[in-house]
């Protein structure tokens, strides 16, 4: 019975230190998921679990225990920072950053020449030959312009020479009018510019003057038409001046380049009256009293 007792106590204490060490395994988080795998399957060896419960330990102390020897040494070796550190962490820290701007402007429309040039299958020319040829073209326009104001001044120029020409005396190479040859030309000027009386009207005076007035005036423009005639000189137009007096059927009719100067043209046809005809017939000639009628 002795022996048989003994053996009750290995197998109590045995059993004891299978409780201890599953309340020592249920500490750990795995033993959960032990537990129910062993439920399920077969117990696990616990031999196994804790040698490497332990050698996990030891590797713990191990690293805490190195940890503080290096905190120690590093304490001890430590002699503050070196300028030549900070330095080179400062250079390693700076970025250089790049940014690409175009500085052109997408609004600005292309011009006409440079759009051609786009779209035609052509080679453009150079910056330089282009610039050659708008100074150019720029210079021609400026000469065109100035000649056309010079031609407008001249001919503005020649059209009062040729309304001041009978003016002008013959004797002298001068071609600006002086005494009252040039107050005739400032009269003439004024009407060109729309004055409606002349200068020389003489409504205050009287009327034996003014006719011996006018009557010299239009001797002297017939001399003087005349004269030119002979010499071979081309003067302007005469200008019939309309009487105050006269009726409407009296005035002077102006016809137009290429009308007829006999009878009126209207619809195509020409219409001619009797007094037309009688100035293309001339005067009619009549017989005497013993003149015989029919020939012979």
Known sequence: MGPTAVKRRKISQSSMQATNSTTELEEHPNDVFRKFFESQFRP????????????????????EISDDEADQSGEE???????????EEEEEQEVMVVEHVDVRNENVLLDKQTRKALLSAKVPASSDTLNSTSKKSNKAKDEEVDNEAANLQNDLAL??????????????????????????????????????????????MPKSH???????????????RREARENGIILE???????????????RRDRGVGAPAVGKFAGGTLRLSKHDL?????????GGKGSKRGRR
Do not use: C, M, W, Y
């Not at 003014?210 to 003087?224: F, W």
């Open 44 to 63: 696990l060896d616990d031999t196994h679990i804790h040698k490497k419960r332990a050698a996990v330990a030891v590797t713990s102390q191990e690293s």
């Open 77 to 87: 070796n430590f002699e503050g920072f070196s300028d030549i550190e900070e330095d």
């Open 159 to 204: 059209q009062r020479l040729l309304k001041e020409s009978h003016l002008l005396d013959s004797t002298s190479s001068d071609l600006n009018p002086t005494g009252k040859n040039r107050h005739k030309a400032l009269d003439l000027r004024l009407q060109a510019l729309g004055a409606k009386k002349s200068l020389f009207e003489r409504n205050k």
């Open 210 to 224: 003014r006719q011996g007035i006018e009557a010299r005036a239009v001797k002297t423009e017939t001399t003087r």
């Open 237 to 251: 137009k005469p200008v019939f001046k309309q009487q105050k007096n006269s009726s409407s059927s009296a005035k």
């Open 278 to 286: 009688a100035s293309i017939q001339g005067p009619s000639r009549k």
